[in-house]
């Protein structure tokens, strides 16, 4: 873990709250100052531009709360379906962040049409994860990651707009990971799910 990242990270949160509930107008020049300096640290410790990391970073109004990634689980003969991401040439469970509007079951189901082609229905959750305690590359945000078990109920392997391919891997064969998505760690606890449907929803 980077310890500058998650502390940019809650300068960024703090200025985001401050701005969006104070009256006082010296405090507002505060909360604007540490928003300044987050984005100012961001800049110093990557190769992102300013306006970059403004728009993606910094720009969010209102009390500033984790993104939810939501990603969809599917066995079939005892393998698991993964499509290869077009944005980094590896392979992840379809999904992404959550839709306003549409519940994480939808989300599941909908990224799964639009990634690998299938209709699926979502049968239950496996786990709930703070990203930050697992191995992906660093983020800007704070990020919870829902996993949830589909099942096929009908369509066909397809590419979506984001993914170059799509295929069910068994354990021992899995294809080159986009970490920024999911884990080998993470991969093998939910092929114990497929073995053992009795146990419990994985929080952390």
């Not at 984790?66 to 590896?90: C, S, W």
Request: charged letters at 25%; hydrophobic letters at 40%; a negative charge.
């Amino acid at each position: 873990m980077l310890k500058w990242l998650e502390w940019v990270k809650e300068i960024q949160a703090i200025s985001q709250a401050g701005l969006a509930y104070t009256k006082d107008v010296y405090d507002q020049e505060r909360f604007e100052q540490l928003r300044a300096l987050s984005i100012s640290i961001m800049q110093e410790y990557t190769e992102a531009g300013e306006d970059k990391i403004r728009t993606l970073f910094a720009s969010e109004t209102g009390y500033q709360t984790p993104k939810v990634d939501v990603r969809a689980v599917i066995f079939q003969d005892g393998k698991l379906l993964l499509v290869r991401e077009k944005a980094d040439g590896a392979w992840a469970l379809p999904g992404g962040w959550a839709d306003i509007g549409l519940s994480p079951s939808e989300v599941a189901v909908k990224e799964v049409q639009e990634e690998a082609g299938y209709e699926v229905r979502a049968v239950r959750l496996l786990a709930v994860l703070d990203k930050k305690f697992h191995r992906h590359p660093p983020s800007p945000f704070h990020v919870y990651k829902m996993f949830i078990q589909c099942e096929i109920t009908g369509g066909a392997a397809g590419i979506g707009t984001e993914t170059s391919a799509v295929g069910f891997f068994e354990r021992d064969a899995l294809p080159p990971l986009s970490e920024e998505r999911n884990t080998a760690e993470q991969l093998d606890r939910l092929f114990r799910y497929n073995n053992h449907p009795d146990l419990p929803v994985w929080m952390d």
